[in-house]
């Protein structure tokens, strides 16, 4: 698939946006923003997945937490409530943004409101791009950052947290998460949480 110099352009201020963040992660031996390393997974994750997926489904998945940071979950309620908010803000503050980077690069009205849609997870387990879109988020949670919530969650949390991600998920993205490189521990929980 010959990548559009526009979605590579894209690609190039996703990523610097996200190389803002001043959380560090270090991954093999290397120093990443938090969100850039996101980001750089959830591509790897799609092409993956859905090696066929549409410019739209890809410009969306680069830009999926962009800038995140900036809008900290501490700054909100530390109850139910309070992360729901916080989460529904969240998705149009990441619409906004790629929207701004989409426009700058010269992509039209068109495809920037169906990045939008597809960011805010509108009509998940109706329309296929949305689907793909969080199969690929929970495959990339499940692979990358399940294993750290793992251990530090009562094991009956983790299972809930399994089966809420599971329901979110396509058979198709099920089935590939059992193909995940997981350590035995995180495959042990998996295991319990979706087979009983």
Request: with cysteine; proline share 3%.
């Amino acid at each position: 698939m010959v990548a559009s110099e526009k979605l590579i352009k894209s690609f190039k201020l996703f990523d610097e946006a996200n190389n803002q963040d001043p959380n560090k992660v270090v991954y093999k031996e290397q120093e990443y923003s938090k969100e850039l390393l996101y980001a750089i997974r959830m591509t790897e994750k799609l092409n993956d997945f859905a090696p066929n997926a549409s410019e739209v489904l890809q410009l969306t998945a680069r830009s999926q937490h962009i800038c995140r940071w900036e809008i900290p979950r501490d700054s909100y309620p530390m109850d139910r409530v309070g992360y729901l908010q916080w989460r529904q803000d969240l998705k149009k503050f990441h619409a906004q943004k790629a929207g701004e980077i989409l426009k700058l690069v010269g992509y039209d009205v068109e495809i920037i409101d169906k990045v939008a849609f597809l960011l805010q997870k509108k009509q998940l387990k109706k329309n296929l791009e949305t689907q793909t879109l969080e199969d690929v988020i929970c495959l990339v949670f499940l692979e990358f950052y399940f294993e750290d919530f793992a251990h530090k969650y009562a094991e009956d949390k983790m299972i809930d947290i399994v089966q809420k991600t599971w329901r979110k998920m396509s058979k198709e993205g099920q089935d590939a998460a059992l193909q995940l490189p997981l350590s035995k521990y995180s495959l042990t929980l998996i295991s319990k949480a979706v087979l009983g």
